[in-house]
């Protein structure tokens, strides 16, 4: 069974520049999160879709939104991109019994 | 709102040390609590979690953590470290049952070094 998948894996962005990261959930899973692990401050969360609805958002900024689509595989968008943007952004996907947050490996974005 | 904290940044120990790291969170509600652990190089992977029952749990690799409802703890525990734990750890509280409130909440990790 393959696990949560992220796209692209590494990434370099200049200033107020977009960007879409991608998350492909662990198959059956209907509910994923997203979230931004900068240095030294923990995973922050950014943002949880389930069945295609976004049911909450962590403290960022507007320019920080995304979608789940019918497949349950999601986009992370970034506008206006800022230096202490770059961050490694998590994707977590879980199942309908809520028993195990599974992670991707990431997207390492810089914004130089 | 749920929060996390994670008292210990970076802890040192060497080899056969016994381990407990601190984390104590904040929810009025019931709660799932978890650990994960980071590996150098590696995903997020579960080591234990908590929903109900006996607040002693067991997880994989020899860790441990009990639930003190009273204190909003959730402390890991491992009675013997090995070189292979070296990691970052990761405590995480959830609000129990389905609701808008049922994010994930991560403390800031612990970083555990152990010398060889």
């Known amino acids: 069974e393959a696990g949560v998948t992220q796209s692209p894996t590494h990434l370099i962005k200049t200033r107020g520049q977009q960007v879409t990261l991608r998350c492909s959930p662990i198959?059956?899973?209907?509910?994923v999160y997203w979230y931004q692990q900068a240095l030294g401050l923990g995973l922050q969360f950014l943002l949880w879709?389930?069945?295609?609805?976004?049911?909450n958002r962590g403290n960022f900024p507007p320019r920080f939104s995304g979608r789940q689509f019918p497949n349950y595989s999601s986009e992370l968008n970034v506008n206006a991109l800022e230096l202490e943007d770059s961050a490694l952004y998590l994707c977590?996907?879980?199942?309908?019994?809520?028993?195990?947050?599974?992670f991707g490996q990431g997207t390492r974005l810089t914004v130089v | 709102a749920q929060s996390v904290s994670q008292h210990n940044h970076h802890v040192i120990l060497s080899e056969a040390a016994s381990l407990e790291l601190g984390c104590n969170y904040s929810?009025?509600?019931?709660?799932?609590l978890f650990w994960y652990v980071q590996y150098p190089g590696q995903h997020l992977q579960l080591l234990l979690k908590?929903?109900?029952?006996?607040?002693l749990v067991k997880g994989i690799k020899g860790f441990e953590a009990e639930f003190i409802k009273s204190k909003f703890s959730f402390n890991l525990r491992k009675p013997s470290v090995q070189w292979s734990d070296t990691a970052e750890y990761f405590c995480?509280?959830?609000?129990?049952?389905?609701?808008?409130?049922?994010?994930?909440?991560f403390g800031s990790g612990t970083r555990l070094s152990i010398r060889p």
């Open positions: 198959s059956g899973h209907t509910s």
């Open positions: 977590a996907s879980m199942g309908r019994g809520f028993l195990e947050a599974f």
């Open positions: 908590y929903f109900s029952g006996d607040p």
């Open positions: 879709y389930d069945e295609g609805e976004e049911r």
């Open positions: 995480a509280v959830q609000s129990s049952g389905y609701s808008s409130a049922s994010k994930i909440i």
């Open positions: 929810y009025g509600g019931t709660v799932n």
